[in-house]
């Protein structure tokens, strides 16, 4: 769009949001450019204000870690995203199918042009921090009902340490300098969570609360998601974590914080079932997204699937 029709779509957008009784975020991971994509028709009927891509946004990873499928992979998807998402204000974070290696972590070799394509992809103004460092994490301050609304957005990939297997089963790394979000992004992220703010959201393309999984997630860096339970645990009176990278949903819950996986878009997962000790209910290995609906005194959560059906939610009261 012209810098213009952006002026005016935004002045429009902020006219509709005060105006609005409640304002909703869509969210969902796990797009595969080369499958159907039918569950927009649902998510197009939520008439959102936002959208959230959680990672895996494309399929361009390559075995051989070069990008040349991710820009094939780039360039379909943006011929088959639906042009509602053109009316939304939309947010990215990566994972490692649209970071170009599969489980890939710091010692991926093409991270840095990775974020470039990225950065272009999602159409990131070049005054915008994430051009001028590395990494793709980032943050947004936003007022609903008078109440500041914190948005973090990780990034899982850039920093992460070499992951430890055993038998084929991913194993924690307890060495001290193990991370997944490496010393510049948790100053950063340290530094945002000493702000003034009513609520906080914290998006994160793996899994911070489960454990009980072999696959990828927090707890393979177990100092890493002790120290950020740790610091979100004088926020849990007001705190929500969203993730992706199942290819299955599900709603977990740890000494008082909340965290919604919403996964696969178009990637349904395998029908085994599967629990965890912070587990609520069950989850969900269909097709599904996630909608966040924030009104007055009150967060509602849906996990919804592919007709738009409810398969699981929770509610929040803040004040």
């Known amino acids: 769009m012209k810098s213009n029709s952006v002026k005016i779509y935004l002045l429009i957008f902020t006219i509709n949001l005060v105006n609005a009784d409640s304002v909703k975020f869509g969210l969902g991971s796990c797009l595969d450019q080369d499958y159907p994509q039918p569950i927009w028709n649902s998510i197009e009927k939520e008439e959102l204000d936002y959208f959230v891509f959680l990672g895996d946004n494309v399929y361009g990873d390559s075995p051989f870690g070069n990008l040349r ?3 094939r992979a780039y360039d379909k998807q943006k011929k088959v995203l ?5 009316e939304v204000e939309v947010y990215a974070i990566w994972d490692d199918h649209d970071y170009g ?8 070799k093409n991270k840095i042009d990775a974020e470039k394509l ?16 590395e990494g793709i994490y980032f943050s947004t301050d936003k007022i609903f009902f008078n109440k500041k609304f914190k948005l973090i957005f990780l990034d899982t990939r850039f920093f992460r340490s070499k992951l430890l297997e055993e038998k084929g089963v991913y194993v924690s790394n307890i060495n001290d300098s193990a991370t997944i979000l490496g010393k510049n992004q948790w100053q950063w992220l340290e530094k945002e969570l000493n702000t003034e ?10 899994q911070i609360i489960p454990m009980d999984h072999p696959y990828e997630k927090w ?14 645990d004088k926020h849990k009176d007001k705190a929500i974590l969203f993730t992706g990278d199942r290819h299955r949903s599900g709603i977990y819950k740890k000494d008082g914080i909340i965290e919604i996986t919403a996964s696969s878009l178009n990637k349904p997962g395998s029908l085994f079932t599967e629990t965890d000790k ?3 209910g069950e989850t969900y290995p269909e097709e599904n997204y996630a909608l966040f609906k924030i009104s007055k005194n009150q967060i509602e959560v849906q996990i919804k699937n592919v007709n738009g059906e409810i398969l699981n939610s929770i509610d929040l009261d803040y004040l």
């Open 278 to 280: 912070y587990l609520i």
């Open 82 to 86: 639906p042009s509602f998402l053109n």
């Open 101 to 108: 290696l599969n489980d890939g972590g710091s010692d991926y």
């Open 219 to 232: 707890s393979n860096f177990p100092n890493d998601r002790s120290k950020l339970l740790g610091i979100l």
């Open 118 to 133: 990225f950065l272009d992809f999602w159409e990131i103004p070049q005054n915008d921090p994430r051009h001028k460092r």
């Open 197 to 206: 703010f009513d609520f906080l959201i914290i998006f994160s393309s793996i």
């Open 69 to 71: 499928k991710m820009k």
